[in-house]
T-cell receptor, first 119, second 116 residues
Framework: AQKVTQAQTEISVVEKEDVTLDCVYETRDTTYYLFWYKQPPSGELVFLIRRNSFDEQNEISGRYSWNFQKSTSSFNFTITASQVVDSAVYFCALSEFPMIKAAGNKLTFGGGTRVLVKP | DVKVTQSSRYLVKRTGEKVFLECVQDMDHENMFWYRQDPGLGLRLIYFSYDVKMKEKGDIPEGYSVSREKKERFSLILESASTNQTSMYLC???????????????FGPGTRLTVL
């Protein structure tokens, strides 16, 4: 069975500090996808990034960066120079590769990490 | 842009009532999903559908049913609402890509349901 663990339930930082969110996953599959979503106070989950298990390159998008390490089953997310608008709950999720259509691309979510950025 | 809409942002119902939560997507996605979100538990899959009239149970289907009569619409039904179904409900949709490759799920704004 798949499992995603986000050990940090809440992180509080002051604006302009960097913040790293940890994500550790478990899966028996060799092919899978990892995701990060942001949920601002408005409630809607916003897709941030998708990574497949074959691609271990780190990625940077503006102030966001992701570190995927297959050897430790981790997919960590760093916000550099945090801003108040980064305050949200962030979810890491895992999806196995569906071999049949009926399996769908079900996501297994971690419990989420609430990030509070203070001015 | 993908747009997923849900019929209500907030809903208050009484124990025993039948409750309908509606979700509509405008991107011709094959897959649609219903999740519930509870503090500390993340999102848990209730049901999903990969085609019209097709449905599959997720991790926590008890107490819920679903209906997908049209491709763009996926309804979640609480036959007899109970207080432990008080939660945030999120709908999502996704494509099925070539060779059944998994694709990104896009979420609606959520419905916060309170059952008294």
């Amino acid at each position: 069975a798949q499992k995603v663990t986000q050990a940090q339930t809440e992180i509080s930082v002051v604006e302009k500090e960097d913040v790293t969110l940890d994500c550790v996953y478990e899966t028996r599959d060799t092919t899978y996808y990892l995701f990060w979503y942001k949920q601002p106070p408005s409630g809607e989950l916003v897709f941030l990034i998708r990574r497949n298990s074959f691609d271990e390159q780190n990625e940077i998008s503006g102030r966001y960066s992701w570190n995927f390490q297959k050897s430790t089953s981790s997919f960590n997310f760093t916000i550099t120079a945090s801003q108040v608008v980064d305050s949200a709950v962030y979810f890491c999720a895992l999806s196995e590769f569906p071999m049949i259509k009926a399996a769908g691309n079900k996501l297994t979510f971690g419990g989420g990490t609430r990030v509070l950025v203070k001015p | 842009d993908v747009k997923v809409t849900q019929s209500s942002r907030y809903l208050v119902k009484r124990t025993g009532e039948k409750v309908f939560l509606e979700c509509v997507q405008d991107m011709d996605h094959e897959n649609m999903f219903w999740y519930r979100q509870d503090p500390g538990l993340g999102l848990r899959l209730i049901y999903f559908s990969y085609d019209v009239k097709m449905k599959e149970k997720g991790d926590i289907p008890e107490g819920y049913s679903v209906s997908r009569e049209k491709k763009e619409r996926f309804s979640l039904i609480l036959e007899s609402a109970s207080t432990n179904q008080t939660s945030m409900y999120l709908c999502a949709s996704s494509l099925v890509g070539a060779h059944e490759v998994t694709d990104t799920q896009y979420f609606g704004p959520g419905t916060r349901l309170t059952v008294l």
